[in-house]
């Protein structure tokens, strides 16, 4: 269990990375290509439904090829995609590479959270913590070596160094024995027989009140990783608007967010755990809520990035602690539900920042700013429901 939450961990070091790597050098980028932020959000928008489809695909190449093959084709697919991103095809390309990446990525992600929520019965968002903390650490990293990148004209190598780490997560995966474990990891379900979309959905396992709570969920979900990825790949350009910082210095605005994440999740399972998921949840979204109505009100760089840290601090363990909160509150559901809210994530965070690019083109930066405050205070109405109903 040990070898496979640090493989795990390595992995999700790698989502990490791929994440934000985007992102971090998304104003240069546009400007090399000469594209406005609307066509950053599509690209953004590109990727993460591929990082949808990933996540939907995945049971059905898990019976196929078993979990870790499963994995194995994730990781491939993610190495060869950011590769290509290096190369700087033309914009076109530029989606369908994105489609890809998103795909790998998304299906890591799905396969190992469910893993770990249906392996782990005790102390669950302590080991999804550790899980989200790795994270953490590949999307604060990332944005602290675009940044000298950016500054000598190199910036393209970023892609690059996501694709090295994917090929050692690949090799680990690959090479790595699980012991008791490696026969789940291996194992191939037989196929369901063919039915239609009404069978299919009656023999979802929810029943009464869940069927309530899990669309509760959903729409947590697709808002919050909407907001945390409009967040992290428009930071920097909401920077150099607000502020007038410069592309290399902006891009290290991601890092401060993911830094405080990376510290918040070292603690924040520890903290569910003995004060309960609800209260956590309830919590932490009253305080994005404020820090994002704080944020349009700073004139400095050091109030504005004191902000950022705090958000990201009260941000840290949302998404882990509400994975494992919706999957106690739906007993019996462990197998399905994890994918099911990482997918509704996956929408969110195709839509949102789509959203937030068009926001960032055709209205005033205050508008964008308010834009992302209502979406902490719908997640915060959610959570508050999500405490009655639960």
Same mark, same amino acid.
């Given at each position: 269990m040990k070898k496979l939450i640090w493989i795990g961990c390595l992995s999700y070091f790698v989502i990490g990375l791929a994440h934000v790597v985007l992102g971090s050098i998304l104003p240069v980028l546009l400007q090399h290509y000469d594209r406005s932020y609307s066509a950053g959000g599509e690209l953004i928008f590109s990727q993460f439904a591929g990082f949808l489809a990933g996540v939907l695909v995945s049971p059905l190449l898990n019976r196929r090829f078993g979990k870790r093959g499963g994995i194995l084709i994730a990781t491939g697919l993610l190495l060869v995609a950011e590769t290509a991103y290096a190369f700087l095809p033309p914009w076109g390309w530029m989606y369908v590479i994105a489609v890809a990446a998103g795909f790998g990525f998304g299906m890591i992600e799905a396969v190992i959270g469910t893993i770990i929520i249906a392996a782990?019965?005790?102390?669950? $968002?302590?080991?999804? +913590?550790?899980?989200?903390?790795?994270?953490?650490?590949?999307?604060?990293?990332?944005?602290?070596? &675009?940044?000298? %990148?950016? &500054? $000598?004209?190199?910036?393209?190598?970023?892609?690059?160094?996501?694709?090295?780490?994917?090929?050692?997560?690949?090799?680990?995966?690959?090479?790595?024995?699980? !012991?008791?474990?490696? &026969?789940?990891?291996?194992?191939?379900?037989?196929?369901? $027989?063919?039915?239609?979309?009404?069978?299919?959905?009656?023999?979802?396992?929810?029943?009464?009140?869940?069927?309530?709570?899990?669309? %509760? *969920?959903?729409?947590?979900?697709?808002?919050?990783?909407?907001?945390?990825? +409009?967040?992290?790949?428009?930071?920097?350009?909401?920077?150099?608007?607000?502020?007038?910082?410069?592309?290399?210095?902006?891009?290290?605005?991601?890092? *401060?967010?993911?830094?405080?994440?990376?510290? !918040?999740r070292l603690f924040a399972g520890s903290i569910a755990e003995r004060f309960s998921y609800r209260l956590y949840v309830l919590v932490s979204c009253f305080a994005a809520l404020l820090l994002l109505i704080i944020f349009p009100f700073t004139e400095h760089r050091i109030a504005a990035f004191a902000v950022i840290l705090l958000l990201g601090l009260f941000m840290s363990g949302l998404f882990s602690i509400a994975l494992v909160f919706s999957s106690k509150l739906l007993p019996g559901a462990e197998e399905s539900t994890p994918s099911i809210m990482i997918a509704s994530g996956g929408i969110g965070g195709a839509v949102l920042p789509l959203l937030t690019g068009w926001s960032m083109d055709h209205l005033q930066l205050a508008q964008t700013s308010a834009l992302l405050a209502a979406l902490a205070g719908a997640l915060f109405l959610l959570s508050v429901a999500a405490w009655k109903i639960g």
């Open positions: 782990v019965t005790e102390g669950t $968002a302590i080991a999804m +913590s550790r899980l989200e903390v790795l994270f953490g650490v590949g999307a604060l990293l990332m944005p602290l070596i &675009a940044s000298p %990148l950016i &500054a $000598a004209g190199y910036w393209r190598l970023a892609f690059l160094i996501v694709a090295a780490f994917s090929l050692i997560s690949l090799l680990f995966w690959a090479k790595g024995g699980f !012991g008791k474990l490696q &026969a789940v990891l291996d194992e191939r379900p037989p196929r369901q $027989a063919a039915g239609s979309i009404r069978t299919r959905f009656s023999q979802l396992p929810y029943k009464g009140k869940q069927w309530v709570l899990l669309g %509760l *969920f959903i729409v947590f979900f697709f808002l919050y990783v909407g907001t945390e990825m +409009s967040l992290v790949n428009f930071m920097p350009a909401i920077f150099i608007a607000k502020l007038g910082m410069s592309e290399a210095s902006a891009a290290l605005t991601v890092t *401060f967010f993911w830094l405080a994440m990376s510290a !918040g």
